[in-house]
């Protein structure tokens, strides 16, 4: 598949007439000069604008929008509708509402600001199955973000083959961005002891424990079922990034005697050092305020594939 590096490669190489081989040297110089603080996008945005080649009011498919964009022109079928919410900020309420577009290429998450755009949602005049057309979003990391210059329409294109599956992408850790799903092979350079908590066996919320009870905010006393979570730190080279990984994600990882501290600190000492491809979300962790890996997919690295991928280069 081609990633959106390339076909961004591919289009300032056909404006600007300079081969794709001396605009990634250029992207690898940018970079450097930058000391790697942008990533290689990023660095290609800025080679074109220095070529004078702009994106701006171009139809884009989506695998073709990067974070950092403006003045993006995009169609997509709805996906993925999801209710309006309210928020207070500065004493105002406001109103946001995001759905999910996808093409032929890939899906994206869309993000509505705009009040009269909010009220084509509430008014049931777009809905889910409906093709539209957004002139002039900006990109905010990997969402579309529509204001009050953005323009959102109905659109009588028709799109019979949408990509709707999660759309994962190969990322090094110091190019993850929050909201991102990412796949990385890394190596785990920190494995922390588990942490239970209690969750009500009926909504799988948290169970809190109230003397000799536990309890559900739902369901009342329930008897809970026990579960784990574990801290892990990974590193790809490029950086490292604090890491959770949930119950029935911790087989996959090879940690599997929960109750029995002495094999659970084995198999956690040997974890350390192993090499993994890691797949999930980056979110922030309000805690921490830092970004932070919620995996949802563990994988051992599959040789044939890698060798094969090095072929290619
Ligand atoms: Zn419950």
Same mark, same amino acid.
Request: aromatic share 0%.
């Given at each position: 598949m081609i990633q959106g590096y390339d076909k961004i490669l591919e289009k300032i190489s056909k404006s600007s007439g300079l081969e794709k081989e001396e605009l990634e040297r250029r992207v690898e110089a940018k970079r450097a000069k930058l000391a790697g603080l942008i990533s290689k996008e990023g660095a290609a945005q800025v080679i074109a604008a220095e070529l004078g080649i702009s994106f701006d009011n171009e139809k884009l498919k989506i695998d073709e929008l990067l974070p950092g964009m403006r003045k993006v022109n995009v169609t997509g079928k709805i996906i993925n509708l999801f209710p309006v919410r309210t928020f207070v900020r500065n004493d105002k309420e406001g109103k946001v509402s995001n759905f999910i577009i996808a093409d032929d290429t890939s899906n994206v998450k869309v993000v509505l600001w705009d009040v009269n755009h909010i009220e084509l949602i509430e008014k049931n005049q777009?809905? +889910?199955?409906d093709v539209i057309e957004i002139i002039n979003g900006s990109m905010r990391d990997n969402e579309v973000h529509l204001g009050s210059f953005s323009e959102l329409k109905k659109s009588s294109e028709v799109l019979? +083959?949408?990509?709707t599956e999660k759309i994962v992408k190969e990322k090094n850790i110091s190019d993850f961005k929050v909201s991102d799903n990412s796949r990385v092979r890394a190596f785990i350079v920190q494995a922390f002891e588990p942490r239970f908590f209690y969750v009500c066996p009926e909504c799988k919320k948290k169970a809190v424990q109230e003397g000799e009870n536990f309890v559900c905010s739902e369901h009342g006393k329930v008897v809970p079922e026990k579960r784990a979570l574990i801290n892990i730190v990974i590193d790809d080279g490029t950086e490292t990034i604090r890491s959770v990984l949930f119950h029935e994600n911790l087989p996959q990882l090879g940690?599997?005697?929960? +109750?029995?501290s002495e094999r659970l600190l084995n198999q956690r000492e040997d974890l350390i050092g192993k090499e993994m491809v890691f797949s999930g979300d980056v979110r922030m962790n309000k805690f921490f305020n830092t970004p932070e890996f919620i995996i949802s997919e563990v994988k051992n690295v599959d040789l044939g594939e890698l060798i094969n991928k090095l072929e290619k280069r």
């Open positions: 777009i809905g +889910e199955g019979n +083959e949408v990509r940690i599997t005697d929960l +109750e029995n």
